[in-house]
């Protein structure tokens, strides 16, 4: 049986701190649905009420476009090990640019400050309902270990040839959105 909760409980916020992976939900009432799986342990706890997500280049912006034009975000996690059980945190979502200074606070508060090439933003949730759900049929898998693909690209490309894809692939969503990136 589903839960809801108001706020993020200690237990809830100790299961998203154990998660390798979770999934990114938005739209606009015009748009595709974008669902995306994010890694990286790029998710952190910020409140009872906010999460952020340090967001990495990739071959969209969807996430940044719908926010943009409607707010709307949700953030899935599974249990995949353990007792099972699936989370979602629903809200608003709004996207701290890199180089401003709510970046920079949040890059320092959630993540030490440590920015690997390639980010791109950070992604904060205004969490306004928790949810929760039995898992039941979510498969078990091992966790081995991240990915090293996206970050050697990033490494690979270097500041000028991550802002160069920005310009090419970062600033409009597949429906025509604007994502915000100048």
Known sequence: MAKQFPSLTPE?????????????????????????PKGLDALRVTG?????????????????????????LTIMLCA???????LRLYG??????????????HLASAFAGNEPTGARQIVILDIDLVQT???????????????PSLTNWADAQGEQGIADY??????????????GVE
């Not at 906010?50 to 943009?68: C, F, I, Q, R």
């Not at 759900?133 to 990915?147: I, N």
């Open 12 to 36: 809830l916020k100790d299961f998203i701190g154990r998660q390798h992976i979770f999934f990114t939900a938005s739209a606009t009432a015009d748009s595709r649905i974008n669902l995306s």
């Open 80 to 86: 995949f090990a353990g007792p099972p059980m699936i």
């Open 133 to 147: 759900s039995c898992g039941y049929g979510v498969p078990l898998h091992d966790y081995k270990a991240e990915r």
């Open 166 to 179: 920005w310009q090419k692939k970062n600033r409009v969503s597949i429906d025509g959105l604007p994502t």
């Open 92 to 105: 608003r979502g709004r996207i701290a640019r890199k180089g401003t200074d709510e970046y920079r606070r």
């Open 48 to 72: 009872d009420n906010e999460v952020v997500y340090l967001d990495h280049t990739g071959s969209g912006n969807e996430a940044a476009a719908h926010l943009k034009a409607d707010g709307r």
